[in-house]
């Protein structure tokens, strides 16, 4: 019988998933550097749009990577390589979509880098707040593993498969 995913494992198993979202990152920051910031220096109107695309864009791949892979195949792929899985509230299905946005909607902090000048400081401040909270959770519930961002989703839950 599977048992709820432990906090190393599903650490492990977000920082694989970080280092491929971070070559994604890359690329959409190349391609938005190129199409918004020209020459050797820019004009507050090039930076806020660059800013104001770079993060919509990427808090939508970031939720949409997590989302997508927890809902239609259970794991995205550093779970799948620390074998975990994401079930839904019925403790056996996958997440449907509703609910896997719902569980990685603090992703979406991202986009508070739009705010000019103290937007990353915010951003950065409530990825660490959010994170800090599902560890927190995670180790406060020993018998089901759940944070408050699975407990958002309506109950989803981690277990190790392998």
């Given amino acids: ?3 709820p995913g432990e906090l190393v494992d599903r650490f492990v198993a977000r920082l694989i998933d970080g280092v491929i979202l971070g070559v994604a990152y890359g690329i959409i920051y190349a ?9 050797f220096r820019y004009s507050t109107g090039e930076w806020l749009l660059f800013w104001i ?3 919509i ?24 390589v620390m074998k975990l899985k994401v079930v839904g509230p019925d403790g056996v ?8 946005v719902r569980r990685n909607f603090w992703l979406a ?5 739009i705010i000019p000048i103290i937007g ?17 959770g995670i180790n406060g519930d020993p018998q089901r593993r759940q944070a408050w961002h699975d ?3 309506g109950g989803t839950q981690v277990l190790k498969v392998g």
């Avoid at 391609?31 to 020459?39: D, E, N, P, Y």
């Avoid at 990427?58 to 809902?71: K, M, N």
């Avoid at 902090?109 to 880098?113: D, G, Q, T």
């Avoid at 990353?120 to 927190?136: K, R, T």
């Fill in 53 to 55: 695309f770079a993060s």
């Fill in 151 to 153: 407990k958002f989703a």
């Fill in 1 to 3: 019988m599977p048992r």
């Fill in 120 to 136: 990353a400081v915010l951003s950065f401040l409530a990825s660490v707040a959010a994170v800090v909270m599902i560890a927190v």
């Fill in 109 to 113: 902090a991202n986009l508070l880098n």
């Fill in 31 to 39: 391609i938005f550097s190129a199409m918004f910031l020209r020459g």
């Fill in 93 to 100: 299905a996958n997440p449907t979509l509703e609910q896997a």
């Fill in 57 to 80: 864009v990427i808090s939508v791949v970031w939720v949409g990577y997590f989302a997508y892979l927890e809902s239609t195949r259970g794991a995205t792929i550093g779970k799948q």
